[in-house]
């Protein structure tokens, strides 16, 4: 005799079936992978703006690593990156840190070079640009519109659209 009625196998069945989504859900927004044989480099940047550890690392817009540490060094930030074995980046390849749209999160972009030699394990990026600062860009822009027109209003700077 089965000690369970059908209706409590079929309760049993749909919650471990729930938990099972759930435990996907977890990993799969968490970011978590695991399979990957990945390679660790590292970059120096004057600034790294918002970067933050687990931020993509892409190379024309493909995913092709992780962000796995910022440390300052030298009053300079070292980021470690975790780019896949598969991706082969010449030793005079670029390393810029952009933002997906204008308010989004920071990512590092790798522009690859033409270099014969390549970048080892554990190895460097030695061309890098810094995180651009909007807030930085907005402040020169409008000293620069006040020293153009010697005057101290913005309006002058700006071309009357009626004459």
Not at 89 to 112: K, Q
């Given at each position: 005799?089965?000690?369970?009625?059908?209706?409590?196998?079929?309760?049993?069945?749909?919650?471990?079936?729930?938990?099972?989504?759930?435990?996907?859900?977890?990993?799969?927004?968490?970011?978590?992978?695991?399979?990957?044989?990945?390679?660790?480099?590292?970059?120096?940047?004057?600034?790294?703006?918002?970067?933050?550890?687990?931020?993509?690392?892409?190379?024309?817009?493909?995913?092709?690593?992780?962000v796995?540490?910022?440390?300052?060094?030298?009053?300079?930030?070292?980021?470690?990156?975790?780019?896949?074995?598969?991706?082969?980046?010449?030793?005079?390849?670029?390393?810029?840190?952009?933002?997906?749209?204008?308010?989004?999160?920071?990512?590092?972009?790798?522009?690859?070079?033409?270099?014969?030699?390549?970048?080892?394990?554990?190895?460097?990026i030695?061309?890098?640009?810094?995180?651009?600062?909007?807030?930085?860009?907005?402040?020169?822009?409008?000293?620069?519109?006040?020293?153009?027109?010697?005057e101290?209003?913005?309006?002058?700077?700006?071309?009357?659209?009626?004459?």
């Open positions: 005799m089965n000690p369970y009625s059908s209706n409590e196998i079929a309760v049993g069945a749909f919650v471990s079936l729930g938990l099972v989504g759930l435990a996907y859900l977890s990993v799969s927004i968490g970011g978590l992978e695991w399979g990957l044989d990945r390679m660790p480099i590292h970059a120096r940047f004057a600034s790294i703006g918002d970067l933050k550890t687990g931020a993509s690392v892409k190379i024309a817009g493909v995913k092709v690593g992780t796995d540490g910022i440390r300052l060094e030298n009053y300079a930030a070292e980021v470690d990156l975790a780019v896949d074995r598969a991706v082969v980046l010449p030793a005079d390849s670029t390393a810029s840190i952009r933002t997906e749209g204008l308010l989004g999160e920071s990512y590092i972009l790798l522009t690859p070079g033409g270099a014969e030699d390549d970048i080892p394990t554990d190895g460097r030695g061309q890098t640009e810094p995180a651009l600062d909007l807030i930085d860009l907005l402040v020169k822009y409008a000293l620069s519109s006040d020293e153009a027109t010697g101290g209003d913005p309006e002058d700077a700006l071309p009357d659209p009626f004459e």
